[in-house]
T-cell receptor, first 113, second 108 residues
């Protein structure tokens, strides 16, 4: 158990809908990272927040957004969902904002029908 | 470019050693990581190596780093069926760049 929690575990929705994925980092960790894992794209970094502020951006679509709240939990919002958004979405956390070790949550499996 | 490459599959007999290879691109990477992903699960950090090291040993795991060739390897000694999983290497630049993953299958 990494100490990172994600909810929900599974999510099934329809195209055009909007969903919110939630992540709670390990106790004491200030950084939260979001990743998407799909069969064709592999594991892709989406976005990082550090202590409530956006720190780095990866291959995140404009239809997707994230935020980190004062209690350090984070939410990833996916809107206007398409079939191709079906994937595993992982959250990871680390102590600081840089290149230190990241600990991953169990993921949310999203299926868009 | 930001490409971290791994071979896709590796099949070994139980009790043998497994060697999973990875090549990375950014010579400024400070840390290199190995993660393990079991079916239906998240990524579990196995080990990491700092870029000024050549080798790191942790029980059955040995990580070798060749900075000149930007080559990283993970050796698993006495491979067990429970080691069957996908193994990802990752380089840390301003973010983590993951390889494509190597699926290790251990057969009896």
């Amino acid at each position: 158990d990494s100490g990172v929690t994600q909810t929900p575990k599974h999510l099934i929705t329809a195209t055009g809908q909007r969903v919110t994925l939630r992540c709670s980092p390990r106790s004491g960790d200030l950084s939260v990272y979001w990743y998407q894992q799909s069969l064709d794209q592999g594991l892709q970094f989406l976005i990082q927040y550090y202590n409530g502020e956006e720190r780095a951006k990866g291959n995140i679509l404009e239809r997707f957004s994230a935020q980190q709240f004062p209690d350090l939990h984070s939410e990833l919002n996916l809107s206007s969902l398409e079939l191709g958004d079906s994937a595993l979405y992982f959250c990871a956390s680390s102590n600081w904002e840089g290149r230190e070790t990241q600990y991953f949550g169990p993921g949310t499996r999203l299926l868009v029908l | 470019g930001e490409d971290v490459e791994q071979s896709l599959f590796l099949s070994v007999r139980e009790g043998d050693s497994s060697v999973i290879n990875c090549t990375y691109t950014d010579s400024s990477s400070t840390y290199l990581y190995w993660y393990k992903q079991e079916p239906g699960a998240g990524l579990q950090l196995l080990t990491y190596i700092f870029s000024n090291m050549d080798m790191k040993q942790d029980q059955r795991l040995t990580v070798l780093l060749n900075k000149k060739d930007k080559h990283l390897s993970l050796r698993i000694a006495d491979t067990q069926t429970g080691d069957s999983a996908i193994y990802f290497c990752a380089e840390a630049t301003d973010k983590l760049i993951f390889g494509t993953g190597t699926r290790l299958q251990v057969f009896p």
